[in-house]
């Protein structure tokens, strides 16, 4: 994204709530349990599995963070009932992570034992890199308990990452791999758009060879390249990785994967806390700068009420 852009989309805070919702609609299934399902429902019908992410990060009480359990216990039976193919994704932040260790492991484990008992699968997302350390130290307590229905994600733009893969390689995690979303400082994360490139092909490279199974979470045509380059040269089966997108994020380009035959999952948030979620997504969407600056100068000027 160009500088210029770039500088816009610092705005996005500015532009009003009613806004950013309509702006990102395409990125979220909707308010309810019954959109995500819907949502999952026909990407089931189009061939991709999901995972489902409750919204709410962040979390300030202990009462807030049980009631994203619950949200979650709600969505594994929904997923039963319903006989949809997904899994589940969930925030520490929202499971108590700021709130004390133990709570959060203790919210963790209920989540992922309610899985284990219907047959699902629990991804930890990965947040900013404050988080880094009790996200791995959680995920690794949970695996020391014998509980194998639990991913994580690792960030490449993380100059730890390398060495977070060779310290996990003994667990043979299930691993996402992704970018990384959060604004980091330069000691902690590579900057350039190629260097990031270049640590995620390595990072791929090293999870793969320490048998991890790997989500490979990217929409960039030429990571997806050579994703497609390394499974291929190591004559993986479909069934050893798989492709991730976001919801609203080149559906076609997802078409085009599950065409091909790989195993494609698609990231369905749904919630009532949308709002930082819809800020990330919409930073990082190309087209995004022409409507925040038309939007902005528009009230500037007045013609607001579209
Ligand atoms: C399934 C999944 C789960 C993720 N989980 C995490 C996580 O736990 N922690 C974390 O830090 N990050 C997570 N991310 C986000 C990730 O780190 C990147 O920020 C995001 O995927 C964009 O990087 P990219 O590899 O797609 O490359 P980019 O270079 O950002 O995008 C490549 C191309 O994809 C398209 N594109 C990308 N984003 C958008 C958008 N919002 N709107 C429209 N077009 C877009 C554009 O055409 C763009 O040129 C996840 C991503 C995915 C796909």
Known sequence: M????????RLLPAVPRPVVRKLSERYIAGPELKDAREA??????E???ATIDVLG????????????VRAYLDVFADIERCGLDSGVSVK???????LGHELCRDNLRTVVEDAASRGNFVRIDMEDSSTTDDTLLLYRELREEGHDNVGVVLQAMLRRTASDIAALAELKPSVRLCKGIYLEAPDVAY????????????ALEALLDAGSYVGIATHDEWLLEEARRIVAERALDHDEYEFQMLLGVRPQRGDDIVREGHRLRVYVPFGRHWYEYSVRRLQENPSIAGYVASDTIGRLLGRNGS
Do not use: W
């Open 47 to 49: 061939g991709k599995v």
């Open 57 to 68: 990060e962040e979390i300030t009480t202990e009462e807030e963070a049980a009631a994203i």
């Open 2 to 9: 160009a500088i210029f852009d770039r500088a816009i989309v």
């Open 191 to 202: 900057q350039e758009y190629e260097a990031v490139r270049a640590s995620y092909v390595r």
């Open 92 to 98: 520490l932040t929202g499971l108590g992570l700021k």
């Open 40 to 45: 999952v429902r026909r990407l089931n019908a």
